[in-house]
């Protein structure tokens, strides 16, 4: 039972092993062996935003980007909020290790020294918070954790917290975790209230709803 | 009642010093902190850099420890400058209800990079692989100083060790800590000098904040952190307090992975919701310690957005980064310290390097070093790339 | 020039991973910056890299970016007239 004030989840994007799960429905899959890029494109191209900028961003980035595009698409709830109290709180346990050894690669050889600023705009993990901010205007606080795995009680502690300021009415927050060819997220919209416009899809938003919604299919 | 908020200890290593009272010199006396390039091994020798003045074995005997491998510069910095704080607060650091947040963007890549090829090969330099996560520094340091309660890493750029001080502060205010040691910390790296390079906004004769002719940052490295303390706490233990944290918010610029806003929208959203924390009116504040990087962008973007928030009644203005250099991470961290010592001492620190007003703004950052400067409530501001900028607001 | 620009078209699609973008999309005099490509000031900041990599070219002040990616025609220009032969 979800009462009026309490934090509810009202969307929820699972992508791991080359599948995307929205709000526990399979929404897209290919084959296991495809390599992560090209599971990221195919996603990219079934959401369909159009937003090319999208193949500049390292694989994080792409994969907090395309679950907060396939969140808020259809169903833009952060948008019945206003922007300054729209918040983000990700986490994930590599912070930005992927695209920092891309880089790196570009400095490290003195006959093929090349540093690129392409790259190198990416190797925070914040910078994945700041993309998803601009495609969706949520201009409230916004912060990465960095922790050993997934603490779903860390999160729900911390989400209490951010809403108990009321800086913050609705966010998106989880784990977007990328390492090599390892891959995992899961990203969800939360808001407190409930007193505006009703959503089909509403969990309460606890530590056993997560563990179920994070938990291998 | 929420709990109020203070803060009870200080440390600081910076380019211009080891501990606060040699950063109070510095400042004191005009001394930069930016210079040649001496102990990071790297080929751009041309680009001037804020070095903390000592080499690793150094760090070590300041930190206290015996030198050993497995340490990185990241982590030693922060543990001498968060070893300052504690001892600066005389808190006991153990029990449940002392917590440590601490700040990296750099973590141990300083040693990751030297030691890259090397891991491949699995000899001694494996010990470097654990040390290369951002969490590796704050569990050092909580090690160090037996701090075994909540403990947590905080990586939003520029403005992450800021973000750490506004979690500690919220989390006592909420009653889930007594007290909380909160900083950060970020040691000058290969990656971050050819990155920074890369974007070209390293100005090749040292920063120069808020000036018409500025031409980039200049990057430094270094350590601050804070005790805070509930007034509960502070009351029990008859602790000195040295400022109150009344105000704090972060926002999003949304407007570019790097660049800030041409209006500075992030920088008013943060400045604006730090002031309604405690309703403190804008009047109240005496003087800003700005983010000032010295960016053609950062200063202009920062500027707007102060004269927006401020109008015509604009507090004392400086940028504390021609002493210290951009410390990153540890930026937010540094200039908080900066803040709370320009409360206890009374004194108005200066921004060095300004010569010619910017023609696009009205007012002029500060270039006296005053003393009884009346400065009793400060805001101090932190933006990094991604659009995350953080106000926070100190008082004494 | 014409050669040039064409290998350009190429180049730049790769560097800048503008993956639904055709050779052809892409026209000799239109402006590079703006609407069209979608490209900032990172992109900007690629193509000195790009310039430097392929060409051999070295610019030291991002200002100068302006006028020499203003079109492909432009970029062109500049290339043949500095490369080091």
Redesign the interface.
């Known amino acids: 039972m979800v009462s009026k004030d309490d934090i509810t989840i009202t969307g929820s994007c699972r992508i791991t092993g080359n599948s995307a799960f929205l709000n526990g429905e399979p929404y897209f899959s290919s084959a296991e062996k495809e390599a992560f890029p090209v599971f990221m494109k195919a996603l990219y191209k079934k959401v369909g935003p159009g937003y090319p900028k999208f193949y500049k961003m390292d694989p994080l980035t792409k994969l907090g980007f395309i679950s907060a595009e396939l969140l808020l698409t259809d169903n833009a709830r952060t948008g019945l909020y206003p922007e300054q109290s729209r918040g983000i709180v990700l986490m994930n346990a590599s912070a930005s290790a992927d695209v920092d050894r891309s880089f790196q690669k570009t400095i490290e050889d003195k006959e093929d020294y090349y540093p690129s600023p392409g790259l190198f705009v990416y190797t925070l993990p914040n910078i994945m918070a700041g993309e998803i901010a601009i495609r969706h205007k949520l201009k409230g606080e916004n912060t990465v954790f960095i922790l050993p795995t997934f603490s779903m009680e860390f999160l729900t502690d911390y989400v209490d917290l951010l809403f108990e300021t009321q800086k913050v009415t609705c966010c998106l927050a989880g784990w977007v975790e990328v390492d090599d060819k390892d891959y995992d997220s899961l990203l969800l919209i939360l808001e407190k209230g409930g007193k505006k416009k009703e959503n089909a899809y509403k969990l309460p938003f606890t530590k056993d709803v997560l563990e179920n919604l994070y938990k291998p299919d | 009642m929420p709990e109020r908020i203070f803060v009870t200890g200080i440390g600081l290593i910076t380019a211009a010093g080891k501990n606060v009272p040699e950063n109070e010199h510095s400042l004191r006396t005009g001394h930069s902190g930016i210079g040649e390039v001496k102990f990071l091994n790297t080929v751009h020798k041309e680009i001037p850099v804020a070095e903390v003045k000592h080499d690793d074995k150094a760090l070590f005997d300041l930190a206290g420890i015996p030198y050993r491998e497995g340490y990185t510069r990241t982590a030693l910095l922060g543990m001498i400058a968060a070893g300052e704080a504690m001892q600066n607060a005389g808190a006991d650091p153990g029990g449940p209800r002392t917590g440590l947040i601490s700040a990296t963007?750099v973590?141990g890549?300083v040693k990751s990079?030297n030691h890259?090829f090397d891991f491949l090969r699995n000899d001694e330099s494996n010990i470097y692989i654990g040390t290369?996560?951002?969490?590796d520094s704050t569990e050092k340091i909580a090690r160090r100083l037996g701090i075994h309660g909540f403990r947590?890493?905080?990586?939003?750029?520029c403005s992450s060790s800021l973000?750490s001080i506004i979690?500690g502060a919220?989390?006592i205010r909420?009653g889930?800590l007594d007290r909380a040691l909160v900083g950060g910390t970020d040691a000058l790296s290969?990656?971050t000098l050819?990155?920074?390079?890369?974007?070209?906004i390293l100005d090749r004769e040292g920063c120069k904040p808020f000036d018409k002719n500025r031409n980039g940052l200049t990057l430094g490295e270094g350590a601050g952190y804070l005790v805070l303390e509930s007034e509960t706490e502070v009351r029990k233990r008859n602790a000195m307090v040295l400022a109150e944290v009344t105000g704090w918010?972060?926002?999003?610029?949304?407007?570019?992975?790097?660049?800030s806003s041409p209006e500075g929208?992030?920088a008013f959203?943060a400045m604006e919701?730090a002031l309604e924390t405690n309703h403190i009116q804008a009047d109240a504040i005496d003087y800003i310690n700005a983010h000032g990087t010295g960016t053609i962008n950062n200063d202009l973007s920062e500027g707007r957005a102060i004269e927006k928030l401020f109008g015509d009644r604009i507090p004392r203005v400086s940028s504390t980064k021609a002493y210290t250099g951009h410390t990153l991470g540890a930026a937010g961290s540094v200039e908080a310290v900066f803040s709370v010592v320009s409360i206890v001492r009374n004194v108005l620190i200066p921004n060095m390097h300004y010569r010619d007003q910017m023609p696009e703004l009205h007012f002029a950052p500060e270039t006296e070093y005053k003393e009884e400067a009346g400065i009793r409530t400060v805001i101090t501001n932190s933006f990094?790339?991604?659009?995350?900028n953080s106000s926070l607001i100190l008082k004494g | 020039m014409e050669a040039l620009i064409e290998k350009l078209k190429k180049e730049i699609i790769e560097a800048l991973n503008l993956e639904d973008i055709e050779p052809e999309d892409i026209k000799a005099d239109d402006p590079l910056f703006g609407d069209g490509l979608g490209l900032d000031s990172i992109d900007a900041l690629e193509l000195i890299v790009l310039l430097e990599k392929s060409y051999g070219i070295k610019i030291e002040d991002p200002k100068d970016g302006k006028k020499i990616f203003y079109s492909l025609r432009t970029m062109a220009e500049y290339i043949s007239s500095h490369q080091k032969k």
């Open positions: 963007t973590g890549m990079e890259y290369h996560d951002c969490g947590s890493t905080i990586s939003t750029a973000n979690l919220r989390l909420a889930k290969r990656f050819n990155g920074f390079n890369s974007l070209m918010a972060n926002a999003n610029d949304a407007f570019h992975q790097t660049a929208t992030g959203m919701k990094g790339f991604g659009g995350n």
